[in-house]
């Protein structure tokens, strides 16, 4: 294994077969952000009712902790911390995906419909069935599934391009934001309240039996992903210079778009429809790599941050009263989204 340096960026060569450009901008950018995620990740834990102090969390999860605070860390904050950090990173890979396909800053699944999608299984088994926990959960994924098919069908000819799949998919947004509120004015009074709170998306509540069906999923489509992200790159010429290079691009576009479509609607179903995560963790990423390309291992990694820093400041900026995290991404993703209009505009791109 040898690492060869060019002008702009060093090659690692493997084997004399394989060989890997390293962005060294783009690995210390991941590199900041994953510290700042665990760092923010363990305040996070010590922080509620009961305070614990950064040592002695890391000492709990280092195995050496206190017998009291061993149960609070790792039965009842630990695994909230862990949701939100693969909601999160879910979050971002599905942005950095959808607006890469899409070659739109504006193509994520907030925009697109799938949270809405995905919300409207959700209430459907709260208001017509009022469905357990579990089953709640399964109608987020069930109706994010088929909501991502649908635009996806209805975004077909002759293959799938930018802005008919937004076009499509903000259609889409309406219609299912018009199914979910008339299945609100169909609840009852516990059943509505019931569903406005999972529509917020909180961390409330969360525990191992959501870490682990999003962690095993994650653990699937993420390698997947990253496996084809030299064709996503390559699409980016245009998709004659991608067939001339080998790429099939129609079937690679289905193949991220469905893991997109999973991420996101798994995501939604464990945590509610967290709001622009996945819109501005992508645009974030980008910013501070200054790199071209989708960027998907920043923008998973700064979805995780968004998001666990937006729970710290939910629990620690409001005094007594602990917001859901849904709440504070939508009003800080709601400020850059006017800011991203604005700037689209003046590009002349919008």
Known sequence: MTTLKTTRQPVLRIGGRLSLRIRVRSVAVVLLLAVVALASAVVLIGTGDFPISFADVLSVLLGSGHPADELIVRELRLPRVLVGLLVGGAFGLAGALFQAVSRNPLGSPDILGLGQGATAGALTMIVLFSGSATAVTAGALVGGLVTGTAIYVLA??????GYR?????IGVSA???????YLITKADMVDAARAVVWMTGSLNGRDWAQVWPLLALCAVLVPLVLANERGLRMTEMGDDASYALGVRVERLRLVLLACAVLL???A???????????????????RLTRSPGPNLVPSMVMGAVLLIVADLLSQRAFGSDQLPVGVV????????????????RKAGRV
């Open 175 to 181: 219609v299912m934001t018009a199914v979910n509120s």
């Open 156 to 161: 077909w000819k002759r293959g799938v391009h």
């Open 268 to 286: 939604t179903a464990a945590a509610g429809p967290v709001a622009f995560v996945a819109l501005t963790a992508p645009q974030l990423a980008r």
């Open 165 to 169: 799949l937004v076009l499509v998919g």
């Open 264 to 266: 996101a609607s798994a």
């Open 329 to 344: 991404t939508g009003a800080l993703g709601g400020v850059y989204l006017l800011w991203l209009l604005v700037t689209e």
